[in-house]
Structures are given as C-alpha cells and as structure tokens.
C-alpha cells in the first residue's frame, strides 16, 4: 500500500522560509520521478515542482528562484525547501507519485503579511 506523509507546513510571516517533507513508503520510491502541488481555496490543484529519478527539476514560474525540490531515496524522502515565501503562496501543498498517481493528505501553509 502506498502512504505519501506531508510535514513541516505551518504559519509563518511574508519573507519566512519553510521546509516541507515527504515520506513515502510502499513503493519503489527510487524509481519514481514526485512531485509537490498545492491547491488554494476555489483554485485548482497546480504544480509547484518535481524532481525526476535522475534528480532533474522543473517549477511552476511563480516559484522559480524561491522554492528548491530535493530527494533523499536513501530514505525515501521528498523536500520542498520555500524561500521567501508571498501569501499568494497560501494553500494545501501536496506530495505527489507522478506515474502511480498516488497523493498524500496534505499540509497546510499559510502566509501572512
């Protein structure tokens, strides 16, 4: 079975940093290329990052330069580390397995101004 375990979201101020992890279990967690997404109040679940097996990366623009996506399969853990966060930055950030489709429960940030 499949269990994706959001941590580290949290209330912090505009400018503040965060770091969220991911724990993944049940799957070949090293074959697997995962993802971060977040989703707003009356948005749509967007993509904020990935990172493939082979450690390549992509971010949605508004992310670019703040927002840093890494992976540790030693221990089947996924990072967003987020810098210089906007409350535009607010939502529920999601763990994602993009080829199984496979989500977790979801953790929550909110930034104030």
């Known amino acids: 079975q499949v269990r994706l375990v959001e941590s580290g979201g949290g209330l912090v101020q505009t400018g503040g940093s965060l770091r969220l992890s991911c724990a993944a279990s049940?799957?070949?967690?090293?074959?697997?290329?995962m993802g971060w997404y977040r989703q707003s109040p009356g948005a749509q679940r967007e993509m904020v990052a990935d990172?493939?097996?082979?450690?390549?990366?992509s971010y949605t623009d508004s992310v670019k330069g703040r927002f840093t996506i890494s992976r540790d399969n030693a221990k089947n853990m996924v990072y967003l580390q987020m810098n210089s966060l906007k409350p535009e930055d607010t939502a529920v950030y999601y763990c994602?397995?993009?080829?199984?489709?496979?989500w977790g429960q979801g953790t929550q940030v909110t930034v104030f101004s």
């Open positions: 990172i493939t097996t082979g450690d390549g990366t």
């Open positions: 994602h397995v993009i080829e199984t489709r496979h």
């Open positions: 049940g799957i070949a967690f090293s074959r697997n290329a």
